[in-house]
Structure formats: structure tokens, C-alpha cells
């Protein structure tokens, strides 16, 4: 198993930017492709970024593409989300995730094995 704790969230205005750390625990965090996922209140959880075992491989809702980067430093067991030109429309719970079998499902929750506690991100406006 692996633990995944998020951290960086808060409340910003509009055209702020954030960077989210999510940090795992164990030994094996390279074994695991990495993906964020958000949620507002009342919508469904919904992709937003993945980095594939070395970061070779990233992925983007088109909905944040060219604002967000997703990034990983293995050596610190962890995966970043760099969040520039926040928008209110970003406002919601995120989360990481890990996935240890690959597919090309990466935007698919449900192919996700572990998943973080979620935090808070608030842009107001």
C-alpha cells in the first residue's frame, strides 16, 4: 500500500497561482503513474493531470491545459501540480492519485489503486 497526502491548497484570487504537493510514502513511488483529480461541490470528480512512472508521459484536461504542469521528483516521493492563471471555475477539492498497472485509461478514476485525502482549493473572484 501506499499513502498519499496532498498539501499547498488555500484561497487565492483570480490569476493567483499554487503549487500542490502530494507526497507518498514507502519506498516504491516510482513504480506508480501519478494523476490529480479534482471536485467541486455537487459535480463529479474529474481528471486533471497525470505523469506517467518517470514523468516521460504527461496528460492534461483541456480545461487546465497551458496553465497547469504536473511534475514528479521521485527521489522525494513526490508529484507536484503547478496551478498558474487560477480562474473561480478551479475552485474544488484535489486530489492525487496512483496507478500501478498502466493503461490508457489515465483520465479514468477508477483506474487509480490509491488515493490522497484531498485539498482545498479556493479562487475567488
Known amino acids: 500500500q501506499v499513502q498519499l497526502v496532498e498539501s499547498g491548497g488555500g484561497l487565492v484570487q483570480a490569476g493567483d497561482s499554487l503549487r500542490l504537493s502530494c507526497v507518498a510514502s514507502g519506498r516504491t513511488f516510482s513504480n506508480y503513474h501519478m494523476g490529480w483529480f479534482r471536485q467541486a461541490p455537487g459535480k463529479e470528480r474529474e481528471f486533471v493531470a497525470h505523469?506517467?512512472?518517470?514523468?516521460?508521459?504527461?496528460y492534461y484536461a483541456g480545461s487546465v491545459k497551458g496553465r497547469f504542469t504536473i511534475s514528479r521528483n521521485n527521489a522525494k516521493n513526490t508529484v507536484y501540480l503547478q496551478m498558474n492563471n487560477l480562474k473561480p471555475e478551479d475552485t474544488a477539492v484535489y486530489y492525487c492519485?496512483?496507478?500501478?498497472?498502466?493503461?490508457?485509461?489515465?483520465?479514468?478514476?477508477?483506474?487509480?489503486?490509491?488515493w490522497g485525502q484531498g485539498t482545498q482549493v479556493t479562487v475567488s473572484s
Open positions: 492519485a496512483a496507478q500501478s498497472r498502466t493503461t490508457d485509461a489515465y483520465y479514468q478514476q477508477n483506474e487509480y489503486d490509491h
Open positions: 505523469a506517467s512512472r518517470r514523468g516521460s508521459f504527461i
